[in-house]
């Protein structure tokens, strides 16, 4: 049989790329692993682990003579709506306003900026997982059809073989007829 169709079939490279896509599937997972970590930590509220940590007091109504107010009252028993991730990357001034720039959008520590640049940083974390993702499902197909190249070559190889063996049998006889 001919030398380069024995080495076609006995080729290594679909094992190759196997394992290779095979290792870039492993390494999307540790990526997916650590943003998986990383979004679990953002919604964590820090003020709820800080809370945690020490003990409050436990403060009788009677004692604050502002308590009387029921809307000061309300408000000091509502829960803080603000997002965790604003909380762990924001950064909070007195009165709301840096000290050294008042009402300057161009500081990258104006509250608006700060706000900006945490969203579209989010929203890009957002867009490489949802990469990773696609990159993931295009990685199994791609192994999909390595198993179904890799099926059709050896069912080729079978009948290339099955056609070779039966030619050399054919030449034995023939050869065998001629000697007898």
């Excluded at 094992?15 to 870039?24: F, K, M, Y």
């Excluded at 706000?115 to 990469?131: A, H, I, N, P, V």
């Excluded at 190889?157 to 070779?164: F, L, T």
Aim: charged letters at 35%; one cysteine or more.
């Amino acid at each position: 049989m001919d030398k380069s169709v024995t080495h076609t079939f006995r080729s290594r490279l679909l094992d190759e790329l196997e394992q290779a896509t095979n290792g870039l599937i492993e390494g999307e997972a540790t990526l997916r692993r650590a943003l998986g970590r990383l979004w679990q930590v953002m919604s964590e509220d820090p003020d709820l682990k800080q809370r945690k940590q020490s003990v409050v007091a436990k403060r009788e109504e009677e004692d604050d003579p502002e308590m009387d107010d029921p809307r000061v009252r309300r408000v000091a028993h509502a829960p803080d709506l603000t997002p965790a991730t604003h909380k762990l990357f924001l950064t909070a001034y007195p009165n709301g306003v840096p000290l050294s720039y008042e009402h300057d959008p161009s500081n990258p520590t104006s509250p608006e900026r700060q706000g900006e640049t945490l969203e579209k940083s989010l929203c890009t974390l957002r867009e490489l997982q949802d990469d990773g993702r696609e990159y993931v499902e295009r990685l199994q197909e791609i192994r999909e059809g390595l198993g179904d190249v890799r099926a059709q070559r050896d069912i080729i190889w079978n009948v290339v073989r099955e056609r070779a063996v039966k030619e050399l049998q054919d030449a034995a006889f023939v050869t065998a007829g001629l000697v007898q």
